[in-house]
C-alpha cells in the first residue's frame, strides 16, 4: 500500500452540552504505518476522540488531519472496526465481508474476490454462506475483521474491537490482527483497556487521564517484530513496559481525582 495515513491531532478539546469536559488539549501524530494504541479510564474520551477523527463527531476546537485533510465521515482512507461485529443478519458472511467495499462502489467480482481472500485469512472460508445467527461471537468478530481489512484505507481506527472476547479467542483474533497489519502496515489508532493488548500491539502507547481526558504519557514499545504472545509472556522488557504504563495510568487517575478535589 502507499505511504500514506498520516493522522495528526492537535490541541484537541471537546465539551458535551456545553457542561461535561470530555477532551482536554489533546496532541498526538500517527506516522504512515504506525500502529498506536490508547489506553485510559472509561469516560476519558477515548472513543470520542476517536469518532472525531472519524468524521463522526464534530470537531470543536483544535485541529485534526488525515493526510492533511479534514475530517470527514464516510471518507474512503479510513475503515472503523466496532467493539461490536454490526454484522447485518439477513446478510451472509461473505456479503458481510464484502459490504464497504460495496458501499465504496468497488466492482462486485473484485470486492467479492477481497472478501473470500480475506473470510479465509481469518479462517472462514467454509463458513462464507453462514449468517451470523449461526456463528459465535468470536467468528462474528472475524467476519467484521476480515470486512475492515477488505477496504483499501490506509487508515485503520479500531475502539475495543477484541473486549467482549473470551481470552483464548482474543489471543487467537489479537495475532490474527498483528499477521493482517504487519503484511499493509496500515496506520492505526487502536482503543482498549487491556494493558497486555496494548503492549502487544503497538508501537506507542498513549495514556490518557481520567475525564476530562488528556494525554499523560506517550510510550514507546521497542519490542521487536514479528510478536508473539506467548515468547513476549517469558520477555522482562515487556513486563517492565507493562508496569510503566500502568504506572502513567494510575498517575493520571490519582492526579486528576486530586485536582477535582
Known amino acids: 500500500m502507499a505511504a500514506s495515513g498520516l493522522i495528526a491531532v492537535e490541541g484537541l478539546n471537546h465539551t458535551f452540552g456545553g ?8 496532541s498526538f501524530t500517527v506516522a504512515p504505518g ?3 494504541s490508547i489506553v485510559g479510564p472509561s469516560g476519558c474520551g477515548k472513543t470520542t476522540a476517536l469518532n472525531i477523527v472519524a468524521g463522526l463527531v464534530p470537531l470543536e476546537h483544535g485541529t485534526v488531519t488525515i493526510d492533511g485533510a479534514t475530517p470527514r465521515a464516510g471518507r474512503h482512507d479510513v475503515a472503523y472496526m466496532l467493539a ?10 461473505l456479503e458481510n465481508a464484502e459490504l464497504g467495499n460495496a458501499f465504496r462502489d468497488m466492482p462486485k467480482e473484485e470486492r467479492r474476490a477481497k472478501a473470500i481472500q480475506l473470510l479465509d485469512s481469518v479462517g472462514l472460508r467454509d463458513f462464507k454462506n453462514a449468517y451470523s445467527k449461526e456463528l459465535s461471537h468470536g467468528m462474528r468478530q472475524r467476519v467484521a475483521l476480515a470486512r475492515t481489512f477488505s477496504m483499501p484505507s490506509p487508515c485503520l481506527l479500531m475502539d475495543e474491537p477484541f473486549g467482549a472476547l473470551d481470552a483464548q479467542t482474543k489471543l487467537q483474533l489479537e495475532s490474527l490482527l498483528l499477521e493482517l497489519w504487519s503484511r499493509e502496515r496500515r496506520s492505526v489508532i487502536f482503543i482498549t483497556h487491556d494493558l497486555n493488548e496494548a503492549v502487544l500491539m503497538s508501537d506507542r502507547v498513549i495514556v490518557m487521564s481520567a475525564r476530562p481526558g488528556r494525554i499523560v504519557a506517550d510510550i514507546p514499545i521497542p519490542l521487536e517484530r514479528p510478536r508473539s504472545v506467548r515468547s513476549l509472556q517469558k520477555d522482562p522488557r515487556f513486563h517492565e513496559l507493562y508496569a510503566q504504563i500502568w504506572e502513567k495510568l494510575e498517575y493520571g487517575v490519582f492526579d486528576t481525582n486530586m485536582a477535582e478535589q
Open 19 to 26: 457542561k461535561v469536559n470530555a477532551l482536554e488539549d489533546v
Open 84 to 93: 461490536r461485529d454490526c454484522l447485518f443478519p439477513w446478510l451472509t458472511a
Open 34 to 36: 504506525e500502529f498506536v
